[in-house]
């Protein structure tokens, strides 16, 4: 069954420090991996969209990494803000059709 | 910039009522989608819709279930007779040519009484 695990389900930082959020994923046929950030009660909202053949993606702050091999990705968050507090969910695309597969998401907290 | 409108922003209905779900896609998309999010739940897909078709749709969307591009801007969810367990935010999407981002709109959150 094609699934994204995350982890962690939750963390709290203080502003300004780092964070690495991670997502392993089974999802056949592969299509690409892509991060959102998502606020309570709104929409995803797209940070990164990675393919089979990118390791490495930075949007600003957030650099996400894939190991098409390992099945893994990751979401780094440097100098954190308060507005990054949100839920962060890694989706994989099946197929060529946009069906995307959503994690649980990690909810962000971000202290001052 | 451009973005996906949905409406209404909060609809309740009565249990078997009907109720319709709008988007308005972002207009040079040719690529729409529905989501649902149960209340802590992850986000799931419904259905896709291209070229004025069904292209793939998932289990949750059974016969109750119907889409619709009745012009050139809206896109439609139907559910014709709500369950409480339909209760949940929806989310519309909607992506370019080739397998490009999709963009989701705000969401619609029903709540069937």
């Known amino acids: 069954k094609n699934q994204v695990e995350q982890s962690p389900q939750s963390l709290i930082i203080l502003e300004g420090k780092n964070c690495t959020l991670q997502?392993?994923?089974?999802?056949?046929?592969?299509?690409?991996l892509r991060w959102y950030k998502q606020d309570t009660g709104r929409g995803p909202v797209s940070l990164t969209i990675?393919?089979?053949?990118?390791n490495t993606k930075s949007n600003g702050r957030y650099t996400a990494t894939l190991d098409a091999d390992t099945k893994q990705s990751s979401l780094h968050i440097t100098a954190s803000q308060l507005s990054d507090s949100a839920s962060y969910i890694c989706?994989?695309?099946?197929?060529?059709?946009?069906?995307?597969?959503f994690g649980a998401g990690t909810r962000l907290a971000v202290h001052p | 910039e451009p973005e996906v409108t949905q409406t209404p922003s909060h609809q309740v209905t009565q249990m078997g009522q009907e109720v319709i779900l709008r988007c308005v896609p972002i207009?040079?998309?040719?690529?729409f989608y529905w989501y649902r999010q149960i209340l802590g739940q992850k986000v799931e897909f419904l259905v896709s819709?291209?070229?004025?078709?069904?292209?793939?749709k998932s289990e949750i969307f059974d016969d109750q279930f119907s889409v619709e591009r009745p012009d050139g801007s809206n896109f439609t969810l139907k559910i014709r007779s709500t369950k409480l367990e339909d209760s949940a935010m929806y989310f519309c999407?909607?992506?370019?040519?080739?397998?490009?981002?999709?963009?989701f709109g705000q969401g619609t959150r029903l709540t069937v009484v």
């Open positions: 999407a909607s992506s370019g040519w080739g397998n490009t981002e999709a963009f």
């Open positions: 989706v994989v695309s099946e197929g060529g059709y946009n069906k995307l597969i």
């Open positions: 819709f291209y070229n004025n078709e069904i292209s793939e």
């Open positions: 207009s040079n998309h040719l690529y």
């Open positions: 990675m393919t089979f053949s990118e």
């Open positions: 997502c392993n994923y089974t999802v056949s046929p592969f299509s690409n």
